[in-house]
């Protein structure tokens, strides 16, 4: 069978980045692969994402080597595909792209072999080449959030595909051909961690049954059928003291996550003045409610904890204190309001700190929210995160309590007017009821923009906070 050669170039995996480091690669030359099989992890300067393969056949040359910073449009991998008769010299799964979809992800096209696209032109950020059938022009196919629209065909010698979704991103477009009769795959639901210890312990996750919410595969279900179980943690830590390097120094450095971090706090700190204020309070009615949620057969299937409920407390009180859910638009000279709150958690992660956000948390339940952050989490500290999911906050929690610590002055995300910080949950002796006893007590700190929020809004902001904390009950006075 005739063969032609197809370079991968780095697509633009969101927000315009002009270039990407490639961390791991997943195959090495003369290894088979199959269409939208993850060949590589590249970390962006935000997060490490998982790219997926545009072609079905043999991995032909690795063209950069992992550590190395590629810049968008340089070509990184080349498959040896067979050739389609009529199909632009294609190869099966890959035609030479060709269409554009609106919508998400902007109008986008890959680069046809050859030809060198412009350095800032946006590549398609969803997940993998979707499946068109029949004769019909190519549609509009949304993923899970409906964040990214793919229009793509493929050729009728790709047997099977994923359909696109926006968990990694893609560049590849495709061109269209013949129609196809095949059904396409759906890819299993998982998070990329889970993913990554399937992948370890060899574990096909399209024979394994979900047991989480719609059919998500958890970390459990993994290791069930990879016939191991994690070890409950043990209940003393023991530390140990790290070996003392025979060098002087250790020079890291500075890129990726790190970099990123750091150039948005410098310019947070030195454009936005900061106000931070603090309310000590008695959150042993919050302790109380949390342990008989864990106890109730509705929340059974999902994690409550202390930041649960204050990420619930804040969207309530946010409502009450608007100016709190704004951003200061210095070009234009314009106060923007937002009508929506997506809501940021810092994570600290191996690379740096991150601060995904839960997109309309002020629309979600209680148990929503517990769901979105037990997701949001795990896939922040696996480094996995989308860059859609980094972007477009609108006000942030960081949780320093824990680490043990009682209190900070945090410093805002580029962008929002507030961050709160929830310090350590500790049993304290309290004035309650005329007389001491031993209660649940948590200091909060809320910095703000002094140019956007006054001392008596923000004061009332997390006077709100306090006091749902405190009393749950009273949110009944509030909403």
């Known amino acids: 069978m005739a063969t032609v050669i197809k370079e991968f170039r780095l697509p633009d995996l969101g927000e315009g980045l002009t270039e990407s480091e490639i961390v791991s690669w997943h195959v090495a030359e003369g290894d088979v692969v199959e269409l939208n099989q993850i060949i590589a992890d590249v970390e962006t300067a935000k997060a490490v994402v998982e790219l997926p393969s545009p072609y079905a056949g043999v991995v032909a040359r690795l063209h950069e080597q992992p550590g190395t910073v590629v810049e968008v449009g340089s070509p990184i991998i080349s498959f040896d595909v067979p050739a389609v008769e009529g199909v632009n010299g294609g190869g099966a799964g890959a035609g030479g792209p060709a269409a554009a979809a609106s919508g998400g992800a902007g109008a986008v096209a890959?680069?046809?072999?050859?030809?060198?696209?412009?350095?800032?032109?946006?590549?398609?950020?969803?997940?993998?080449?979707?499946?068109?059938?029949?004769?019909?022009?190519?549609?509009?196919?949304?993923?899970?959030?409906?964040?990214?629209?793919?229009?793509?065909?493929?050729?009728?010698?790709?047997?099977?595909?994923?359909?696109?979704?926006?968990?990694?991103?893609?560049?590849?477009?495709?061109?269209?051909?013949?129609?196809?009769?095949?059904?396409?795959?759906?890819?299993?639901?998982?998070?990329?961690?889970?993913?990554?210890?399937?992948?370890?312990?060899?574990?096909?996750?399209?024979?394994?049954?979900?047991?989480?919410?719609?059919?998500?595969?958890?970390?459990?279900?993994?290791?069930?059928?990879?016939?191991?179980?994690?070890?409950?943690?043990?209940t003393v830590e023991v530390l140990s003291v790290p070996e003392r390097s025979t060098q002087r120094e250790t020079r890291t450095p500075i890129k990726g996550v790190r970099k990123h971090t750091a150039a948005a706090m410098v310019a947070s700190a030195f454009t936005a003045p900061h106000v931070t204020e603090f309310l000590t309070i008695d959150v042993t009615p919050t302790m109380d409610l949390i342990a008989r949620l864990k106890a109730s057969r509705a929340f059974s299937d999902v994690k409550i904890t202390p930041l649960t409920v204050v990420a619930k407390a804040l969207c309530i009180a946010a409502a009450r204190n608007p100016t709190v859910n704004t951003r200061w638009d210095g070009a234009s000279s314009e106060i923007v309001q937002h009508h929506y709150l997506n809501l940021g958690i810092a994570a600290a992660t191996p690379r740096g700190l991150m601060v995904p956000n839960i997109k309309d948390a002020d629309q979600l339940t209680l148990k929503e929210i517990a769901q979105a952050l037990t997701g949001l989490t795990e896939t922040a500290r696996a480094g996995k995160t989308s860059p859609a999911d980094l972007s477009g906050g609108t006000i942030s929690i960081t949780n320093v309590g824990v680490f043990g610590i009682d209190a900070g002055t945090p410093i805002l995300n580029p962008g929002e007017a507030a961050i709160l910080a929830m310090g350590a949950v500790r049993r304290t002796p309290w004035e309650y009821q005329g007389g001491i006893a031993l209660r649940s007590v948590m200091t909060l700190s809320l910095s703000f923009d002094h140019r956007l929020v006054d001392g008596e809004q923000g004061s009332r902001f997390l006077a709100d906070i306090g006091t749902i904390l405190s009393d749950p009950g009273m949110v009944l006075t509030m909403i």
Do not use: F, M
């Open 110 to 234: 890959g680069p046809v072999d050859g030809e060198v696209p412009a350095k800032r032109e946006p590549n398609l950020v969803g997940y993998g080449a979707a499946v068109e059938k029949g004769g019909r022009p190519a549609r509009r196919a949304r993923g899970g959030s409906g964040r990214g629209e793919v229009a793509v065909a493929l050729p009728d010698s790709v047997p099977t595909a994923v359909p696109a979704a926006p968990v990694a991103p893609s560049a590849h477009l495709v061109s269209p051909a013949e129609p196809l009769t095949t059904t396409p795959l759906e890819r299993p639901r998982s998070t990329p961690p889970v993913r990554k210890l399937a992948r370890d312990l060899g574990v096909e996750l399209a024979s394994v049954t979900g047991s989480g919410p719609a059919g998500l595969i958890t970390r459990d279900d993994v290791l069930g059928a990879a016939g191991q179980r994690e070890q409950p943690a043990a």
